[in-house]
């Protein structure tokens, strides 16, 4: 089983060594790994992956039962033995937008909870932008300039975002109802990985995260698209720099 080391809290580590447990000419496995796997609406990791005779470009990361393929396209050389040192490079420019979208989608689900009763559907990061799926919800421009609005004023306070594992019950009797889908994470994970907004937000999440709301810059709404009978769409940009 592949250990990921970037939980509970070190998700800002973008160069690591580890050992490699099998390896074909399209994917490789390490015994532990700081690229995320995609899941949980974040894309997976990009980076690279170098050993002694050979180089290869991971260009994809999924779980496979209880272990961490990492999809390479070989630049050079044959593909590693098990045993083999490799030393692994994540793209943290990469890892770093997409990680700051995750935190504006907490902040952004946070805010429409709180201010209009709606729950996160389903959501979708990206390096450069991010959708959530609201439900129930009708949003009119009033509505989506006050999310907005709130959500900005939440990044201006620069609130620390704490990372870490908790009991599961103390999770499930703090957690506000409609802020996490706790029926969809087996019983049996137990403790989960909570990231806490201090003062503002508290939310089981595997993702990667900022480190406080200030790395943000600044939210812009750009869309919002009907998904169907009370479920509402939002799409959203951050500014390239934090203010």
């Known amino acids: 089983m592949t250990e990921l080391r970037y939980l509970p809290d070190a998700d800002d580590v973008t160069t690591f060594t580890a050992t490699v447990t099998e390896a ?3 994917a490789v496995f390490l015994d532990g790994t700081y690229f995320y796997p995609e899941g949980g609406g974040q894309p997976a990791d990009r980076g690279v992956l170098e050993w002694d005779g050979g180089i290869a470009d991971v260009t994809d990361v999924r779980k496979d039962h209880g272990d961490v393929r990492h999809a390479v396209d070989i630049r050079d050389g044959e593909p590693p033995t098990e045993g083999t040192t490799v030393d692994a490079r994540i ?3 990469r890892r770093r937008a997409v990680s700051r979208m995750h935190t504006a989608q907490h902040v952004v689900s946070r805010v429409v909870l709180e201010e209009y009763g709606a729950s996160t559907a389903g ?6 932008r991010a959708r959530i799926d609201f ?3 009708s949003f009119d421009a009033d509505d989506l300039e006050e999310i907005e609005r709130h959500s900005n004023e939440a990044i201006e306070r620069d609130l620390p975002v704490v990372k870490e594992n908790r009991p599961r019950p103390e999770v ?3 957690v506000d109802e409609g802020r996490a889908l706790l029926d969809m994470i087996p019983d049996s994970v137990d403790p989960l990985r909570v990231v806490e907004i ?6 089981p999440c595997g993702g990667t995260h900022a480190s406080s709301l200030g790395e943000l810059g600044g939210i812009t709404i750009t869309d919002t698209v009907s ?3 009370d479920v509402e ?6 500014e390239d720099e934090p203010r």
């Open 91 to 93: 793209d943290g420019d």
């Open 227 to 229: 998904k169907g009978e």
């Open 135 to 137: 439900e129930p919800a």
């Open 198 to 203: 201090e003062g503002f937000d508290m939310c």
């Open 233 to 238: 769409r939002l799409e959203f940009e951050l």
């Open 172 to 174: 499930e009797a703090e």
């Open 123 to 128: 959501n979708q990061v990206y390096p450069d």
């Open 24 to 26: 074909d000419q399209d």
